[in-house]
């Protein structure tokens, strides 16, 4: 199990540099990070399923400017070691995953605490950058950055740790307290989270066909789907 | 003065190193570390043998700097190009600080438009549609549909802004971005409509008679559009989460 986590600590620190300090490749989407996370603990398609839901629903808010969004990674780390842990002890149920995807709404908030505070340290790195320049040294500025890119790293690297081992906690010691029946009426929330997602990219993509073309295509969709169900 | 010509190598080393623009992103100089880190080989190269204008180069980037990142491809080869220019005694050093001011932040609501809210958007519902396939199949689509367009933009900015001012503005016109925009909007809607649409057949659907089938579809057309007006309100993903979670625990202990 160490080297599991070993592991999810690695890619998460990987995952974490994407999404501020370097390239911004899309690898610390959830659909990427839930599906790894799942994979590390043993089921990937737990994993991706909850990356699917948490994809789209934190879109509408954008990294623009100062603002700095949940950290949806985060959710992702967590949401998919959850559901891979709950899927090998009490069964990734229609409650469980509800419970979990809820849930990471607390991880996302924590880790924006944490993203808030890794860019006020940075504040500090960039005033001895500028004085050390100040005094002739111009390599300063690789230092500068270096140690930038450590301190993000070091902070995804831990916050991949707390977050696995939070969903581990979760998975094997808190959903199992509820039974079935419980769980089973936490479910009546799930059909509101795709739709969450779905508004929230509704919402960021609006011009003036949005609406015609986003509820005529969800009709035309609804409609074959079900079609579908009845066939089937 | 005819400052050394940009080496191949050093112009090379400029172009990777624009990815660590937000290396060490900070609320005071935000990328100015990463846009100084990113344009140091070029400067090392105009002033090679000039240390204290050097510094001076040095110094002149590590003023605030913000802007979209992969925007910022454009303005740093334009600043080479400015800096080169600098070095040769043709360009006065505070143009380089009133085009890298004057251009971050139009550059940076333009890139915001359609990075973070057309194509991301966009890649993200295209890869959790295909995700119900395989996750896999989801993943590489995420990745390709962004990057495809992404990593393009950034080495087509930096070859125009590697071209000075004039080349940013020509580029600008021709890669219409506020058109890429909104078309990535309208099929980021049509996605996201199907994903909605897959959704709520999946779970709203128990019975098989027509009211039924309408009444879900009315349902959920109605809770995207609460969703949309709570979103447009300024009212958080997270808070609405929170308060389902609540809702959540109450259903628990009743």
């Known amino acids: 199990m160490a080297w599991r986590f070993l592991l999810a600590i690695l890619l998460g620190g990987v995952c974490y540099l994407d999404r501020t300090a370097a390239c911004q490749l899309m690898l610390h989407r959830p659909l990427v990070v839930a599906t790894l996370m799942g994979a590390v603990f043993g ?47 009490i069964g990734l149920d229609p409650g469980s995953f509800t419970a979990i995807l809820l849930l990471s709404v607390v991880v996302a908030e924590a880790g924006k605490s944490v993203d808030r505070f890794v860019r006020k340290v940075n504040v500090r790195i960039a005033h001895i950058t500028v004085e050390s320049v100040d005094r002739g040294d111009v390599q300063a500025v690789e230092h500068g950055l270096l140690a930038g890119l450590t301190l993000f790293a070091a902070t995804g690297m831990v916050l991949a740790l707390v977050f696995s081992g939070a969903g581990a906690a979760v998975s094997m010691e808190l959903l199992p307290r509820f039974g079935p029946a419980s769980r089973a009426s936490f479910a009546t929330l799930l059909p509101a989270l795709p739709l969450l997602g779905a508004a929230s990219v509704y919402s960021c993509s609006r011009t003036e066909r949005t609406a015609a073309v986003f509820f005529l295509t969800m009709a035309a969709v609804f409609g074959g789907t079900v079609l579908f169900r009845w066939s089937a | 003065m005819t400052p050394p010509a940009l080496a191949a190598g050093s112009r090379g080393a400029v172009w990777r190193r624009q990815f660590l623009l937000q290396g060490c992103w900070n609320y005071e100089g935000m990328q100015n570390v990463g846009f100084a880190y990113a344009i140091l080989p070029a400067l090392r190269d105009f002033y090679a043998n000039r240390p204290e204008e050097a510094l ?28 080169e220019r600098v070095a040769a005694g043709e360009a006065d050093p505070r143009a380089i600080g ?41 993943i590489a689509a ?20 590697m071209e000075g001012p004039e ?3 020509g580029w600008l ?66 808070e609405i989460l929170s308060f389902l979670l609540f809702a959540g625990v109450l259903i628990l202990w009743r």
């Open chain 1, 43 to 89: 089921n990937m398609a737990a994993g991706a399923q909850v990356g699917v839901i948490l994809e789209l629903i934190y879109l509408a808010r954008l990294p623009v400017g100062a603002s700095i969004p949940p950290d949806d990674t985060g959710a992702a780390v967590f949401g998919g070691s959850a559901a891979a842990f709950a899927s090998s002890s």
């Open chain 2, 56 to 83: 001076k180069a040095v110094k002149r980037h590590l003023e605030f700097f913000n802007t979209q990142p992969a925007m910022g491809a454009l303005i740093l080869g334009a600043s080479v190009r400015l800096e």
């Open chain 2, 98 to 138: 009133t085009f890298k001011v004057g251009l971050m932040g139009s550059l940076g609501a333009i890139g915001d438009s359609f990075f973070w809210g057309a194509l991301r958007p966009m890649a993200s519902v295209a890869g959790a549609l295909l995700a119900l396939l395989h996750p896999l199949l989801g």
């Open chain 2, 142 to 161: 995420l990745l390709l549909l962004y990057n495809g367009v992404h990593l393009t933009l950034r080495r087509r900015g930096f070859i125009a802004g």
């Open chain 2, 167 to 169: 080349g940013v503005v």
């Open chain 2, 173 to 238: 016109k021709k890669a219409a971005l506020n058109v890429r925009t909104d078309d990535r909007k309208l099929l980021a809607a049509i996605l996201a409509g199907a994903y909605a649409g897959v959704f709520a057949g999946r779970f709203f659907v128990q019975g098989a008679d027509a009211p039924h089938v309408l009444a879900a579809l009315l349902l959920s057309a109605a809770a995207v559009h609460l969703f949309a007006i709570l979103f447009r309100k300024a009212v958080s993903p997270s």
